[in-house]
């Protein structure tokens, strides 16, 4: 496992979407990238991979530059789920999701591993069913194993859990953490700032044409979202310990209380 390196990274769609990108995600990193609708989130993932968007500026892993490997190479080092990931409808899903097992090395069969993916999210009973019969939230799950049968040493999630009920959301999030446990880098764009607390070890803000990345208690302050989001917020700590966000909208007198649990522990 080698580290994720962006050096001087922009997203361009007939503009730069935000100013260079500099950082380095290291093996065994969940990163989460928060910020506004439109801010670049999805763009930035683009950038990263080399399609999709325009981009100026390099990406490494290790010392490899990814917008110069071949294809076959570069599904073995990266996976990306995109928020409209395609799959032919007449494929089952076991076959959808072995597309991400036949990317790279591994022992076992392919057909054991796709299975083994689609168990880790709880969805086994969907392998033999066609894709074009799974409602969307299904689809979603379905993508997210055939990332996780990939078992790429990078991993691209964009909005994973978007579609999905509470248990399910929980449940990919559990799997990516385990991952980047692991010693995989894992990067996943969201909405939710609950699971940016809980679940990742570094937060990267897309917003205002810049990008502030560092810890999530770090970043994710009052004054931050109070200027991305137009929300004043309350940061305090729970009866048990957990950093909790009260947020109210300018419009509205009633609170939402948002409470970050305590993180996975990781190994670095």
Not at 141 to 147: E, P, W
Not at 150 to 160: G, K
Not at 165 to 177: I, K, P
Request: charged share 20%.
């Amino acid at each position: 496992m080698s580290d994720l390196v962006l050096d001087q990274l922009v997203a361009h769609r007939g503009r730069p979407l935000f100013a260079p990108v500099d950082a380095v995600v290291t093996p065994g990193t969940l990163l989460g990238l928060v910020g506004p609708n439109g801010a670049g989130k999805s763009s930035l993932l683009s950038a990263v991979v080399g399609n999709g968007v325009r981009s100026t500026g390099a990406v490494r892993y290790g010392d490899a530059d990814l917008h110069r490997m071949r294809p076959r190479r570069l599904a073995q080092v990266l996976s990306y789920m995109t928020q409209d990931s395609y799959a032919p409808n007449e494929l089952r899903v076991r076959d959808v999701v072995a597309v991400g097992a036949l990317a790279t090395p591994e022992t076992g069969s392919v057909e054991q591993r796709a299975f083994e993916a689609l168990e880790r999210l709880g969805v086994g009973d969907l392998a033999d069913r066609s894709y074009a019969h799974l409602s969307g939230g299904e689809r979603q799950l379905v993508q997210v194993a055939r990332v996780v049968a990939q078992a790429a040493p990078v991993m691209l999630l964009d909005e994973p859990t978007s579609a999905l009920d509470l248990g399910h959301q929980l449940t990919v999030m559990h799997v990516l953490r385990e991952h980047a446990n692991a010693g995989h880098v894992v990067v996943v764009t969201m909405h939710d700032l609950t699971q940016a607390l809980r679940w990742a070890d570094r937060v990267a803000v897309v917003a205002d044409g810049a990008v502030v990345h560092g810890p999530p208690h770090e970043v994710i302050t009052a004054e931050l979202v109070r200027r991305v989001y137009g929300v004043t917020v309350e940061v305090f700590s729970s009866p048990a310990g957990s950093p909790t966000l009260s947020l109210v909208r300018p419009s509205c007198p009633t609170a939402a209380t948002y409470t970050r649990h305590r993180p996975v522990a990781v190994r670095h």
